[in-house]
């Protein structure tokens, strides 16, 4: 439980783009929403479009909190204009993860594309490295991330990783798999009175 007055934060690396399926914003609206319903704020990359926006959506439409943070660079083409949340504007791309990277208690990856597949593998070396200790979890709803997931047993089986390692990108099917892998526990039941 957290201390009274202290939030917990999840970042959510996911795309700026909504993908061809519309059940990628479905998910992230659902999953946003299951953040929000577990007392669990979010971090994210303040685009304003996409997955992105899907996903802070869910978390404020169910009374959770909004964290963005987005380069300067990538203000307009993100749509940080319309992100909604509380948005910081840093210098560039080390400065937005490594911001991230202290705000949240653990990471969620949803699908994205190049910087979404960087954010994932940046915090798995990191964790590898000892230079974070938070938790680190694939959803890999509807077997989106299926591919890069065997890519990773790949690299197991040709001795370039270690079973130890592997096991740090952790999977989860649903969210609130995921919310459990990242220390989340269950939301209570509403009770009937009366």
């Known amino acids: 439980m957290n201390a009274p007055g202290k939030s917990r934060r999840i970042a959510v690396f996911c795309g700026a783009r909504p993908g061809v399926r519309a059940e990628h914003l479905d998910f992230a609206g659902a999953f946003g ?113 299926d591919p890069l997931l065997a890519m990773l047993d790949h690299l197991v089986a040709e001795g370039f990783l270690a079973a130890r390692e592997r096991r740090l990108v952790q999977v989860a099917g649903t969210a609130e798999e995921a919310l459990s892998l990242l220390g989340a526990g269950k939301v209570a039941e509403p009770v009937a009175v009366g």
């Open 33 to 145: 929403a299951a953040l929000a319903r577990h007392g669990l704020d979010l971090v994210y990359g303040a685009g304003g479009v996409g997955v992105m926006r899907a996903v802070a959506d869910g978390v404020l439409e169910h009374g959770g909190a909004v964290t963005g943070v987005i380069p300067r660079t990538l203000h307009e083409r993100e749509r940080a204009d319309r992100a909604p949340g509380t948005v910081y504007l840093v210098r560039d791309m080390h400065d937005r993860k490594a911001l991230m990277y202290r705000l949240a208690s653990g990471f969620a990856v949803l699908p994205g594309g190049l910087g979404t597949l960087d954010e994932l593998m940046e915090v798995a070396t990191w964790n590898q490295l000892s230079l974070l200790d938070k938790p680190l979890v694939v959803v890999n709803h509807r077997g989106f991330y």
